[in-house]
T-cell receptor
Framework: KAGVTQTPRYLIKTRGQQVTLSCSPI?????VSWYQQTPGQGLQFLFE???????NKGNFPGRFSGRQFSNSRSEMNVSTLELGDSALYLC????????????FGQGTRLTVV | GQQVMQIPQYQHVQEGEDFTTYCNSS?????IQWYKQRPGGHPVFLIQ?????EVKKQKRLTFQFGEAKKNSSLHITATQTTDVGTYFC?????????FGTGTRLQVTL
């Protein structure tokens, strides 16, 4: 069974630009969650989409947004990029029920210059 | 928000030595999950504990959930070079996890 696929794997952007990252979950998984990983702040929850609706949201500014399509694929968008947005962005898919595990993609490494 | 601390931040062991990482919370946790992230990789689920005092084993790995459900530990017996990576505890549902700060394990021959 195919795993979670994130594209692109690496991205370099300039301050002020915007970026869109994509995540294709495991087939049958309706929940997609996004995390930001940095050396200083660790792994932080951004938001979660379930059946095309944002169900949970972390403590990030409105520049970070996302959406989910009817096939459960998800995108996250970061507008007006700042140097501090440089990070590994990970998505995780799951069935969306209690007591199930999260399956992470390989991540997108975003560098803002 | 909920904070989950892990100690130590980093540990370097010789192959064959044991390793333990501890996860602590100031509040009662509904569950604890453990993930491993290899260098350059992504977190991979290891196990979930939900009951007070629960102990689970996976080969050389032993996981414990504290009686008060405020702490947890992961113990690796006789480490191998394949154990290298960062170990994270996490709490919450698969859809929304709060991760601990992580413990990076380095194993040398």
């Amino acid at each position: 069974k195919a795993g979670v696929t994130q594209t692109p794997r690496y991205l370099i952007k300039t301050r002020g630009q915007q970026v869109t990252l994509s995540c294709s979950p495991i087939s049958g998984h309706r929940s997609v969650s996004w995390y930001q990983q940095t050396p200083g702040q660790g792994l932080q929850f951004l938001f979660e989409y379930f059946s095309e609706t944002q169900r949970n949201k972390g403590n990030f500014p409105g520049r970070f947004s996302g959406r989910q399509f009817s096939n459960s694929r998800s995108e996250m968008n970061v507008s007006t990029l700042e140097l501090g947005d440089s990070a590994l962005y990970l998505c995780a898919s799951s069935l969306g029920n209690q007591n199930t595990e999260a399956f992470f993609g390989q991540g997108t490494r975003l560098t803002v210059v | 928000g909920q904070q989950v601390m892990q100690i130590p931040q980093y540990q370097h062991v010789q192959e064959g030595e044991d390793f333990t990482t501890y996860c602590n919370s100031s509040t009662t946790l509904s569950n604890i999950q453990w993930y491993k992230q290899r260098p350059g990789g992504h977190p991979v689920f290891l196990i979930q504990l939900v009951k007070s005092g629960e102990v689970k084993k996976q080969k050389r790995l032993t996981f414990q959930f504290g009686e008060a459900k405020k702490n947890s530990s992961l113990h690796i017996t006789a480490t191998q070079t394949t154990d290298v990576g960062t170990y994270f505890c996490a709490t919450g549902t698969a859809s929304k996890l709060t991760f601990g700060t992580g413990t990076r394990l380095q194993v040398t021959l």
